[in-house]
């Protein structure tokens, strides 16, 4: 009985978290940096940009840009305008790189260069009408359509996502707050899901209800993924796949979280830190942290190598992980 | 000779600056991956059919991870690799504080947790019920006799019909029966959500025609705490009481650490016993 607790051969190895094709190795330490010279508050999205390098925004205003290469070396660091960090988007215009920021506390999108000079700013929507001031707009995320669209989600504010052109005009707001299917609590994360060329949809994370909802790039609603026990910031898409950090887990309690990976299928297939995935009657069984790894992962960014790069939110200042494929 | 200085100094710094050079080109960050042994398993998680329960309550104990081996106590000892595997659901037909633990060979075990499922000892639903001040609007539920209904809330206190919330100074509960009851303890059922401004209270004092009986102190409620639902139990003069006085004071500020410091916290209770 107690001979299974007994310690195994495998106790001084490197640890391996995850499930099924897709299995990491941890480097807790990636992203550690001198704490006085750059510091961060909560580590909120990270982004790869063409040369590689992965970008991180923080809401420290400090730095709120630290460029790093992927080997975790800093290279540049930027911001300091940004009080309420925490939606980072890369954008290619021809060429040329952007990034949008979305600001809480300012409560509008900053549209900057990867050098950090601002080009743009979209401030809170009062043409739609549905906004009696700014403070009711915290706008949490940003997606790019292909064609240059910009769809905003409201995920802190009214719930309301708002699709604007390229040149910045109101096209259309969708969602709002509610418990009806295309309606959202915590509207947090977005994006463009163009996996299948000829269907592209619109991804909006309903992180308070632990569901992905899908909408058609005119913002109707088509359906929606249900993640029992997983509190979704954001949808990244890679290749084929959907990786989602998941800032709280099970009964939502403090400390806990993981990361998501869904396949081509919408279909939970990995938890790293997470209970083994699986579905009873097409249903996923609610999900749980298993592993004390990860302290509330708000973001991760995946690289040409599939490794990933975690952001974690309220985790004592802490920088980001990197998890290695194996 | 000096000329012969100035080529030795050249050279010196030639060398100097080639090994920073060097330096820092190949400045990439060496991966120490995070091993087994520093690596913990989670606290499982404890479902229980019903807190409260007059017959028997079920409680599951779960950690869905390969090789997690769980661990439980039913007596509030400390779970141990020698204690019994968790491996059914267990049948509770008394109030039990039920501790589960993990274990795995690779890693290291899991923090202990803890839940208490409470009998209901004494039918309370026919006792006549008042409450100073009257709760807030939002959270009345169905009034004041939601406190002795037999029905316990989630720390989830927005679900349902079952938390009072107050935010008031003091909160008296009076508790007439219908026939005298033999009485040795008072049992408040509370909640701790600091991150909604509610925590626990500092003190509960039970008094019958004017004379205190019993008294409790809470001196963690002023510490951060994870959001939980907590029993407090206030041990009395054992006697057969027709009518008990519940008076529940909470801190008199939020702690100076909380966003909300100084102002008055909020109480929210479900329910009341007495055994």
Same mark, same amino acid.
Request: glycine fraction near 8%.
């Given at each position: 009985?107690?001979?299974?607790?007994?310690? #195994?051969? +495998?106790?001084?190895?490197?640890?391996?978290?995850?499930?099924? #094709?897709?299995?990491?190795?941890?480097?807790?330490?990636?992203?550690?940096?001198?704490?006085? %010279? !750059?510091?961060?508050?909560?580590?909120?999205?990270?982004? %790869?940009?063409?040369?590689?390098?992965?970008?991180?925004?923080?809401?420290?205003? %400090?730095?709120?840009?630290?460029?790093?290469?992927?080997?975790?070396?800093?290279?540049?660091?930027?911001?300091?305008?940004?009080?309420?960090?925490?939606?980072?988007?890369?954008? +290619?215009?021809?060429?040329?790189?952007?990034?949008?920021?979305?600001?809480? =506390?300012?409560?509008?999108?900053?549209?900057?260069?990867?050098?950090?000079?601002?080009?743009?700013? !979209?401030?809170?929507?009062?043409?739609?009408?549905? /906004?009696?001031?700014?403070?009711? /707009?915290?706008?949490?995320?940003?997606?790019?359509? #292909?064609?240059? +669209?910009?769809?905003?989600?409201?995920? /802190?504010? #009214?719930?309301?996502?708002?699709?604007?052109?390229?040149?910045?005009?109101?096209?259309?707001?969708?969602?709002?707050?509610?418990?009806?299917?295309?309606?959202?609590?915590?509207?947090?994360?977005?994006?463009?899901?163009?996996?299948?060329?000829?269907?592209?949809?619109?991804?909006?994370?309903?992180? %308070?209800?632990?569901?992905?909802?899908?909408?058609?790039?005119?913002?109707?609603?088509?359906?929606?993924?249900?993640?029992?026990?997983? /509190?979704?910031?954001?949808?990244?898409?890679?290749?084929?796949?959907?990786?989602?950090?998941?800032?709280?887990?099970? +009964?939502?309690?403090?400390?806990?979280?993981?990361?998501?990976?869904?396949?081509?299928?919408?279909?939970?297939?990995?938890?790293?830190?997470?209970?083994?995935?699986?579905?009873?009657?097409?249903?996923?069984?609610?999900?749980?942290?298993?592993?004390?790894?990860?302290?509330?992962?708000? =973001?991760?960014?995946?690289?040409?190598?599939?490794?990933?790069?975690?952001?974690?939110?309220?985790?004592?200042?802490?920088?980001?992980?990197?998890?290695?494929?194996? | 000779?000096?000329?012969? &200085?100035?080529?030795?100094?050249?050279?010196?710094?030639?060398?100097?600056?080639?090994?920073?050079?060097?330096?820092?080109?190949?400045?990439?960050?060496?991966?120490?991956?995070?091993?087994?042994?520093?690596? &913990?398993?989670?606290?499982?998680?404890?479902?229980?059919?019903?807190?409260?329960?007059?017959?028997?309550?079920?409680?599951?104990?779960? $950690?869905?991870?390969?090789?997690?081996?769980?661990?439980?106590?039913?007596?509030?000892?400390?779970?141990?690799?020698?204690?019994?595997?968790?491996?059914?659901?267990?049948? $509770?037909?008394?109030?039990?504080?039920?501790?589960?633990?993990?274990?795995?060979?690779?890693?290291?075990?899991?923090?202990?947790?803890?839940?208490?499922?409470?009998? *209901?000892?004494?039918?309370?639903?026919?006792?006549?019920?008042?409450?100073?001040?009257?709760?807030?609007?939002?959270?009345?539920?169905?009034?004041?006799?939601?406190? *002795?209904?037999?029905?316990?809330?989630?720390?989830?206190?927005?679900?349902?019909?079952?938390? $009072?919330?107050?935010?008031?100074?003091? *909160?008296?509960?009076?508790?007439?029966?219908?026939?005298? &009851?033999? *009485?040795?303890?008072?049992?408040?059922?509370?909640?701790?959500?600091? @991150?909604?401004?509610?925590?626990?209270?500092?003190?509960?004092?039970?008094?019958?025609?004017?004379?205190?009986?019993?008294?409790?102190?809470? @001196?963690?409620?002023?510490?951060?705490?994870?959001?939980?639902? @907590?029993? $407090?139990?206030?041990?009395?003069?054992?006697?057969?009481?027709?009518?008990?006085?519940?008076?529940?004071?909470?801190?008199?500020?939020?702690?100076?650490?909380?966003?909300?410091?100084?102002?008055?916290?909020?109480?929210?209770?479900?329910?009341?016993?007495?055994?």
């Amino acid at each position: 009985m107690g001979s299974t607790t007994a310690l #195994s051969h +495998d106790y001084f190895k490197d640890a391996i978290i995850g499930h099924g #094709s897709h299995r990491y190795k941890i480097d807790m330490a990636w992203g550690e940096l001198n704490r006085k %010279q !750059f510091p961060v508050k909560d580590c909120h999205e990270m982004v %790869q940009d063409a040369k590689g390098r992965i970008i991180l925004l923080t809401n420290h205003t %400090q730095n709120n840009v630290l460029i790093y290469d992927k080997s975790g070396k800093l290279l540049d660091a930027w911001g300091k305008e940004y009080p309420g960090a925490h939606g980072l988007t890369l954008h +290619d215009e021809n060429g040329e790189e952007f990034l949008y920021i979305a600001d809480n =506390d300012r409560h509008e999108v900053i549209k900057t260069t990867l050098e950090g000079k601002v080009v743009q700013i !979209f401030p809170y929507p009062k043409e739609t009408g549905k /906004y009696e001031n700014k403070e009711a /707009y915290i706008p949490t995320e940003t997606a790019i359509a #292909s064609n240059g +669209d910009l769809y905003v989600s409201d995920g /802190y504010g #009214s719930q309301y996502i708002i699709h604007y052109d390229s040149q910045g005009n109101l096209k259309n707001i969708f969602g709002g707050q509610g418990d009806e299917p295309h309606l959202f609590h915590n509207a947090h994360g977005i994006c463009i899901d163009d996996r299948d060329p000829k269907n592209v949809v619109v991804l909006i994370t309903a992180r %308070q209800q632990n569901k992905l909802k899908r909408f058609t790039l005119e913002g109707d609603y088509i359906d929606s993924i249900d993640l029992p026990g997983a /509190y979704i910031c954001r949808p990244v898409i890679h290749n084929k796949h959907i990786y989602l950090a998941t800032i709280w887990s099970g +009964d939502g309690s403090e400390g806990t979280g993981f990361i998501s990976i869904l396949d081509e299928n919408n279909t939970l297939v990995s938890a790293p830190g997470g209970s083994t995935p699986k579905y009873e009657n097409e249903t996923l069984r609610p999900m749980h942290q298993t592993l004390r790894v990860f302290r509330h992962p708000h =973001d991760v960014c995946v690289d040409e190598d599939e490794n990933l790069y975690v952001a974690q939110w309220n985790s004592w200042g802490t920088y980001p992980i990197k998890l290695y494929r194996v | 000779m000096a000329y012969r &200085k100035n080529i030795g100094v050249a050279f010196f710094w030639c060398v100097i600056f080639m090994c920073l050079g060097t330096r820092v080109t190949s400045q990439s960050k060496q991966v120490t991956y995070l091993t087994n042994s520093s690596l &913990k398993l989670a606290a499982p998680i404890i479902q229980v059919d019903s807190l409260l329960f007059k017959n028997s309550a079920l409680a599951k104990v779960l $950690l869905r991870q390969d090789g997690a081996e769980l661990r439980y106590t039913l007596d509030g000892s400390e779970v141990s690799v020698g204690s019994p595997i968790y491996e059914s659901p267990l049948e $509770l037909d008394k109030t039990t504080q039920l501790r589960a633990k993990a274990f795995h060979p690779d890693y290291q075990p899991s923090e202990t947790i803890s839940l208490t499922t409470r009998q *209901i000892q004494k039918d309370l639903r026919t006792a006549e019920i008042q409450i100073q001040p009257k709760p807030s609007e939002t959270y009345s539920a169905s009034g004041a006799k939601t406190l *002795i209904d037999g029905q316990k809330g989630s720390p989830n206190f927005r679900q349902g019909n079952f938390w $009072l919330g107050f935010q008031a100074s003091k *909160i008296s509960v009076a508790l007439n029966f219908e026939q005298p &009851k033999e *009485i040795k303890k008072v049992v408040v059922s509370v909640l701790n959500d600091q @991150d909604s401004w509610i925590f626990l209270p500092q003190k509960l004092m039970v008094s019958a025609s004017g004379k205190t009986l019993g008294s409790v102190t809470l @001196d963690g409620c002023h510490e951060k705490q994870t959001k939980h639902g @907590d029993f $407090l139990e206030i041990a009395i003069i054992p006697d057969a009481y027709s009518e008990l006085t519940l008076k529940i004071a909470p801190m008199e500020g939020i702690p100076e650490w909380h966003a909300g410091k100084g102002t008055t916290p909020w109480t929210f209770i479900d329910e009341i016993l007495i055994e």
